[in-house]
């Protein structure tokens, strides 16, 4: 049976028996958790025939929306290298509507080169986040832990003492926006799993 959260099953359909982005939850399932699983082979991974729908929706989308593939690639691909290789491309595509979302981004005064080129990277820490924890079952992370991956990660310091005043806003727009782009990356892959246990049922 299919995985029915869109983004196991996206991780599944792109497996390719790398899962060093899956770690635990992969271990999970084969130690008997809730959700079972295929590792036979399959069309450009070694997912089962039931992940093929969502495999093709995947390519669709890297022809038809390169943007949300790449997010739905940086949260959701079981190989970390492959993973990375949209990371730029999510970014951007993150930090266009964190910009839409700040008023007064424009505003050299209130927004300097030195704090937009943080946000650039907080972008990078928020999908890391979120890359590693694709099951959304682990605690978000503090704003110290946030500026040691920063500073451990990407050479750049943050001074998170006053996290509320400071970098609060700028991080609740980075969040927002890869909520909204992760939902839209995973709208259609629900879709098709959804046409693929219907097919399972009537097959039944």
Same mark, same amino acid.
């Not at 990375?84 to 050299?108: C, K, M, T």
């Given at each position: 049976m299919i995985i029915t959260d869109p983004k196991l099953a996206w991780? @599944?359909? @792109?497996?390719?028996?790398?899962?060093s982005q899956l770690g635990p939850i992969m271990e999970d399932l084969e130690s008997g958790g809730r959700v079972q699983y295929s590792t036979r082979g399959g069309a450009g991974a070694s997912h089962g025939a039931e992940y093929t729908p969502i495999y093709s929706r995947i390519r669709h989308m890297e022809r038809e929306a390169p943007a949300l593939a790449a997010v739905g690639h940086v949260l959701c691909h079981p190989c970390t290298e492959q993973a990375?290789?949209?990371?730029?491309?999510?970014?951007?595509?993150?930090?266009?509507?964190?910009?839409?979302?700040?008023?007064?981004?424009?505003?050299?005064k209130a927004w300097r080169t030195a704090k937009k080129e943080r946000v650039h990277w907080l972008i990078h820490v928020a999908l890391m986040e979120r890359q590693r924890n694709l099951a959304n079952d682990q605690p978000a992370w503090r704003p110290e832990r946030i500026g040691e991956m920063m500073r451990e990660w990407y050479g750049m310091s943050i001074v998170t003492r006053d996290w509320a005043r400071d970098w609060l806003p700028a991080w609740s727009a980075i969040q927002a926006s890869i909520d909204y782009l992760e939902s839209e990356a995973m709208e259609p892959i629900s879709d098709t799993i959804g046409e693929v246990v219907r097919k399972f049922r009537c097959a039944a």
């Open positions: 991780a @599944m359909a @792109m497996d390719s028996g790398v899962r990375n290789g949209h990371l730029d491309e999510a970014v951007a595509a993150v930090q266009a509507r964190v910009i839409a979302l700040i008023p007064n981004w424009s505003d050299g």
